[in-house]
């Protein structure tokens, strides 16, 4: 049987030598937001945001991570304290990538339902984002 990985295994180069490894990791967070449980939730939720956040991490595996967080979040809301990852959301919206941006909105979008309050901050930031598209 053979070994398994985590969905962070390893770590991509920037833009160009990791396409299979990006893949695997793509796969990997779209098995893990489809077919989870809450323990696995749980226990793997961290790396997602770890992924995601992460300055080593493309563009697709953003993407990916962002919308199994969002899926994540919806099977059980309370995964994720909006004063810790706030500021992680703020870096999110100033990437470049269209892609990642509306995957970020879309997290943004959810998280924001669930605990209003701590995500309110970044309304600033969301109108510049929105009057520069």
Known sequence: MAPMTKVGGGKS???GGGVKNDATQ??????LANI????????MHVEVQHILVSKGSTEQV?????????????TSPNLISGRIFAPHVVQL??????GVLTSVMSL???LASQQTEEYGVLIPNIVH???VL
Do not use: M, P, V, Y
Request: aromatic share 0%.
């Open 13 to 15: 180069s920037s833009k």
């Open 26 to 31: 793509c796969l990997a967070l779209c098995s």
């Open 36 to 43: 989870s449980g809450l323990e696995l939730i749980q226990a």
């Open 62 to 74: 953003k993407k990916k991570a962002a919308l199994c967080l969002l899926r994540l979040t919806r």
């Open 93 to 98: 919206l100033q990437d470049k990538h269209l």
């Open 108 to 110: 943004l979008n959810g």
């Open 129 to 131: 984002i929105l009057s």
